[in-house]
């Protein structure tokens, strides 16, 4: 079955600062994907970054990087120089070649201080 | 490129009565998903549809069913409503099937609350 944690249900961060969401999963499919949402108030969920479990590389997309410890089975999101806007609900989420189901977090809250 | 669209946005029922959320994936996008977020749940998956199949069908019970038309269109729909099915239904299309590539691009959610 597969699982996805996090633990920091809210974390606060200083406007300019970087700032590291966790998330571990646990799977026993050999391959899958790794993919982190942020949803704004609004309720609309946006995509953010993709990790792929073979990618040995860790994925960067603009301000974010993913920080992909596959030993660890963590995958931990790094915003860097935060702003106001980036306040929101963050979730990490896993897919398997298996199907099209994706699998959340619980989320974590992140609030952006001025 | 339209996104993902969800009708109604919000919406308010009765115990007992009955819903139908309606969801238009982005075009050529033939994978339907829908969850169901609470706050205290987090999202929970529902169901997924693929060529007006279902494919795979999440923990929930019998009042919860969906369908995909030959378009992609889906609807969901809850029966005989009850005070904890008051969340926000999220719709998800995507365009690869059966990958570990490619996200799911999600509606703006229809809000239910059961009064």
């Known amino acids: 079955a597969q699982k996805i944690t996090q633990t920091q249900p809210g974390m606060f961060v200083q406007e300019k600062e970087a700032v590291t969401l966790d998330c571990t999963y646990d799977t026993s499919d050999p391959s899958y994907g790794l993919f982190w949402y942020k949803q704004p108030s609004s309720g609309e969920m946006i995509f953010l970054i993709y990790?792929?479990?073979?990618?040995?590389q860790n994925a960067t997309e603009g301000r974010y990087s993913l920080n992909f410890q596959k030993a660890r089975k963590s995958a931990n999101l790094v915003i860097s120089a935060s702003q106001l806007g980036d306040s929101a609900m963050y979730f990490c989420a896993m897919r398997s070649n298996t199907g099209n189901q994706f699998y959340f977090g619980t989320g974590t809250s992140l609030t952006v201080i001025p | 490129k339209a996104g993902v669209t969800q009708t109604p946005r919000y919406l308010i029922k009765t115990r007992g009565q009955q819903v139908t959320l309606s969801c238009s994936p982005i075009s050529g996008h033939r994978s339907v998903s829908w969850y169901q977020q609470t706050p205290g749940q987090g999202l929970q998956f529902l169901f997924e549809?693929?060529?007006?199949?279902?494919?795979n069908k999440g923990n929930f019970p019998g009042r919860f069913s969906g369908r995909q038309f030959s378009n992609s269109r889906s609807e969901m729909n809850v029966s005989t409503l009850e005070l904890g099915d008051s969340a926000l239904y999220l719709c998800?299309?995507?365009?690869?099937?059966?990958?570990?590539?490619?996200?799911?691009?999600f509606g703006e959610g229809s809000r239910l609350t059961v009064l």
């Open positions: 990790q792929g479990s073979y990618d040995q």
């Open positions: 549809y693929f060529s007006e199949t279902q494919r």
């Open positions: 998800a299309s995507t365009a690869r099937d059966r990958t570990i590539t490619g996200e799911l691009f």
